[in-house]
Structure formats: structure tokens, C-alpha cells
């Protein structure tokens, strides 16, 4: 219609792609979970938390401290000291329980977080997968069954038209 083509025009150059996957499923789970930038600073950021639950634990102990201290003096008359001393903090009732509980809770929340970012990842990595093989199946139907039947159509209807022009372009002359 409008304009004359040939078949030479719409031929395809290159074969489909037809490439197995290069990765199982698993593998681009793992490759995925490795990879993800927005994990890795949850894993990150849990790294710190368990920094801040081990200084936590190790503040709920005290500290003793225990020292000499010696004077001279050096006045007439004046006499030389040496001294001892402890110095022990009397923290009856805190053993840092309350940030050791937040500490705790943030790891545990941390753990949860980076939980669900991994099931959102391999979530995200099969749907992409199931997307992959939905349309992997259709290349394979559409080269399988539709491309055979779509080559005789044309080539039935490029026939037809190539018997037609003549006795039409005989008709045209006559008028």
C-alpha cells in the first residue's frame, strides 16, 4: 500500500539471542545479597552496633585505680612524703543495665533489618528470574510456531502481489 517493498528490505541480519542464563538462581541470590549497596551499609551499620553493645558491656565494670604519689620538699626543715592511694567509683545500682538493654535492642533490630533486606532482595531476584523465563518462553514460542507461519503468510501474500501488478499495470495501459 502506497509504496513498493521488497522482500529484500525486511530481512533480518543476525540470528535471535538464544543464550542460557549464565547464572542459576541461587548464584545471582548470593551475587545479589553480596552486591547491594543499600545491604552492605545495614551490614555496615550493624558492624557498629555490636561495637557499641562490647563498649557498653565493658563500662558496666568499674574502674580501680591505684597509685604511689612521692613529695620532696624542699623548705628547711621539711620532710619528704610518699603516699599511697586507691580510688574504687561506688556505683551501687548502675551497671550500665539501661544502655546495655538499648545497645542489645539496637543489634537485635539491626539483625532484623538486614533479615528483611536480604528477603527483599531474593524476592526481588525471583520475580526478576520468573520475568526472565516469561520472556524467554515467548522468544522461544515465537521462533518455535509463530515465525514459521508469519514467513508463509508473507510469502503466500508477496506471491499474490507479485501476479496481481502485472494484469493491473496491463489494465492501467488500456485505459
Same mark, same amino acid.
Given at each position: 500500500m502506497g509504496g513498493t517493498s521488497t522482500r529484500d528490505d525486511? @530481512?533480518?541480519?543476525r540470528s535471535m539471542r538464544k543464550e542460557a542464563p549464565a547464572h542459576s538462581?541461587?548464584?545471582l541470590n548470593q551475587q545479589a545479597i553480596r552486591l547491594r549497596p543499600d545491604l552492605t551499609l545495614l551490614r555496615q551499620g550493624q558492624t557498629r552496633?555490636? =561495637?557499641?553493645?562490647r563498649l557498653q558491656l565493658s563500662n558496666r565494670t568499674v574502674d580501680y585505680t591505684i597509685g604511689t604519689e612521692y613529695? %620532696?620538699?624542699?623548705?628547711? &626543715?621539711?620532710? *619528704? !612524703? #610518699? &603516699?599511697?592511694?586507691?580510688?574504687?567509683?561506688?556505683?551501687?545500682? *548502675?551497671?550500665?543495665?539501661? @544502655?546495655? =538493654?538499648? =545497645?542489645? %535492642? @539496637?543489634f537485635e533490630q539491626g539483625q532484623s533489618r538486614i533479615r528483611a533486606m536480604e528477603l527483599g532482595v531474593q524476592t526481588d531476584v525471583r520475580q526478576a528470574?520468573?520475568?526472565?523465563?516469561? =520472556?524467554?518462553? #515467548?522468544?522461544?514460542?515465537? @521462533? #518455535?510456531? #509463530?515465525?514459521a507461519k508469519a514467513k508463509s503468510v508473507r510469502d503466500t501474500l508477496?506471491? !499474490?502481489?507479485?501476479?496481481t501488478m502485472p494484469a493491473q499495470a496491463m489494465r492501467a495501459v488500456c485505459i
Amino acid at each position: 500500500m502506497g509504496g513498493t517493498s521488497t522482500r529484500d528490505d525486511i @530481512e533480518v541480519e543476525r540470528s535471535m539471542r538464544k543464550e542460557a542464563p549464565a547464572h542459576s538462581l541461587d548464584e545471582l541470590n548470593q551475587q545479589a545479597i553480596r552486591l547491594r549497596p543499600d545491604l552492605t551499609l545495614l551490614r555496615q551499620g550493624q558492624t557498629r552496633s555490636q =561495637a557499641d553493645l562490647r563498649l557498653q558491656l565493658s563500662n558496666r565494670t568499674v574502674d580501680y585505680t591505684i597509685g604511689t604519689e612521692y613529695r %620532696r620538699s624542699q623548705t628547711p &626543715g621539711g620532710a *619528704n !612524703s #610518699m &603516699g599511697f592511694f586507691v580510688s574504687v567509683p561506688l556505683a551501687l545500682h *548502675n551497671k550500665n543495665q539501661g @544502655e546495655i =538493654a538499648r =545497645a542489645e %535492642r @539496637e543489634f537485635e533490630q539491626g539483625q532484623s533489618r538486614i533479615r528483611a533486606m536480604e528477603l527483599g532482595v531474593q524476592t526481588d531476584v525471583r520475580q526478576a528470574w520468573q520475568q526472565y523465563q516469561t =520472556a524467554s518462553n #515467548m522468544l522461544k514460542d515465537i @521462533e #518455535m510456531n #509463530m515465525l514459521a507461519k508469519a514467513k508463509s503468510v508473507r510469502d503466500t501474500l508477496e506471491y !499474490s502481489y507479485r501476479i496481481t501488478m502485472p494484469a493491473q499495470a496491463m489494465r492501467a495501459v488500456c485505459i
